[in-house]
Each structure stands twice: as structure tokens, then as C-alpha cells.
């Protein structure tokens, strides 16, 4: 509470935006499965090394603690969940669920090369414009009340985000057995993520923070990577 730590004397209270601490208010059951299939195959042009890893987790909040008695400032928390909606939809959503890499190694004589697949399934975010529980985000885009935001956006505020594909690829030549040289690249297709339509202001189309995708993307923001490198081995 703001207000009650600027009445004790705490100037910098009225430059506080949130207050995060650490508690045990939640319990979590992940579950899932990996499957790894490896192959390979000696044949007239080179040795391909081929491995397929496909991995399913799910996560489900099994219990919320709740929190009832009277804070120091004179508020009276009743049935308060420190754990929201929107906190739960994101601890069990916003990570993709499934996860496949597909890889292939070639080496023959000098020459060697990797390519690579990466799989992320769909993830949905959760965000809460009005700070469930304790008032409206004030003065946000004209918001002043908590009618009023619940009006304007839903609680949660959910997105789905599709899945996406990835690739790598890189490729080398070893000169006197420990000398290398090799170009590459990192999402070769510089494939971005999914753009965030929610809480963007018109002036910037990104968020407070100046960002324009979802913070869970597994997909990086920087686009591709491209590169080359020389490695000795001594």
C-alpha cells in the first residue's frame, strides 16, 4: 500500500509500481513424456547421424492457498488468493507443451554439416489489466475505476499463440585434423514471433516497455542469426 508508506515516512513509496516477494502459495504436478529415435546410415556420399527428441509436459496447479486477516495499512484481505486466475492460466499455459527437434549430422572426409528442425507447440498467455484482487492499474488509457476496466477487458485477458517452426543449419571443413572453419545460422529463415496485440499503445504499437511480442515466445525476438567461426584444437 502505497498511500500507508507514505503516511510512515517512506518518500519512495510514491515511485513504486509493484512490490514481488517470494511465497509458498501455490502447489504444482508437472507431467509428461520424452521420446528420443536415433538412426544411422553409412552410405556412398557420407555418414549421416539422424536423432528425433519429442517431448510433452503439462503443468496443473493442484491447490491455492488463501489468505485472510487485516494488513497493516487497515486492509481486510477475505478469501484473498495471493495466486490469481491470471497467474495460474500462465503457470500452466504459457509454456508450448509439446517440443520436437529433428537433427541431422553429415560428415565425409573433411566435410561436415548439421541441420536442424525445432518444434514449438501453441501457448496461451494470460494478462491482467486491472491487478486482480486489489483495484484498477490507475490512470491506465483513461481507466480510473475498476468498473471500468472490467468493462473494457476480461479477466483474464487470454491469447492463444500458434506454433512455430525453426530451422539451423551449419556446415564445415577440418584442415589438418584441428583446424576448422564454419558458416552457419541460427533460424535461417528469421522466422519472429507472433505479435502481441494486447495493452500496445497506438503511438509506438509496442507495449509500456517498448517490447511487441509475448515475453514467453520460445521463437527468439532478434530474428535470425548468421555466422562463421574458425576453432583450432591443440
Known amino acids: ?5 507514505l503516511a510512515q515516512g517512506v518518500a519512495e513509496a510514491a515511485e513504486l509500481g509493484a512490490v514481488r516477494y517470494f511465497t509458498n502459495a501455490f502447489d504444482t504436478r508437472t507431467q509428461g513424456f520424452d521420446v528420443v529415435i536415433s538412426h544411422e546410415a553409412t552410405t556412398d556420399i557420407g555418414r549421416f547421424s539422424t536423432n528425433l527428441a519429442v ?15 487485516t494488513l497493516a495499512s487497515g486492509r481486510v484481505l477475505s478469501n484473498f488468493q495471493p495466486v490469481d486466475d491470471v497467474r495460474v492460466g500462465n503457470i500452466e499455459e504459457s509454456v508450448p507443451r509439446w517440443r520436437a527437434v529433428l537433427s541431422t549430422t553429415y560428415t565425409q572426409g573433411i566435410v561436415d554439416a ?3 528442425v525445432n518444434y514449438f ?17 490507475p490512470n491506465a488509457g483513461g481507466i480510473n475505476t475498476l468498473a471500468e476496466a472490467q468493462a473494457l477487458y476480461p479477466v483474464p485477458f ?10 539451423d543449419i551449419e556446415v564445415g571443413l577440418t584442415f589438418a585434423e584441428k583446424y576448422r572453419i564454419a558458416v552457419g545460422a541460427q533460424n535461417l529463415f ?3 514471433p507472433e505479435r502481441e496485440t494486447r495493452n500496445i499503445f497506438a503511438g509506438t504499437g509496442g507495449a509500456a516497455n517498448g517490447s511487441i511480442y509475448n515475453d514467453n515466445s520460445p521463437i527468439g ?3 535470425g542469426f548468421w555466422y562463421a567461426r574458425v576453432t583450432a584444437s591443440f
Open 114 to 116: 548439421v541441420a536442424r
Open 121 to 137: 507447440g501453441s501457448f496461451t498467455s494470460f494478462f491482467d489489466p486491472i491487478t486482480t484482487g486489489i483495484g484498477p492499474t
Open 158 to 167: 487470454s491469447r492463444k499463440f500458434d506454433a512455430q517452426v525453426g530451422f
Open 190 to 192: 528469421d522466422t519472429l
Open 1 to 5: 500500500d502505497a498511500q500507508f508508506l
Open 221 to 223: 525476438w532478434l530474428g
Open 55 to 69: 517431448n510433452y509436459n503439462t503443468t496443473e496447479v493442484t491447490d491455492r492457498k488463501v489468505i485472510n486477516g
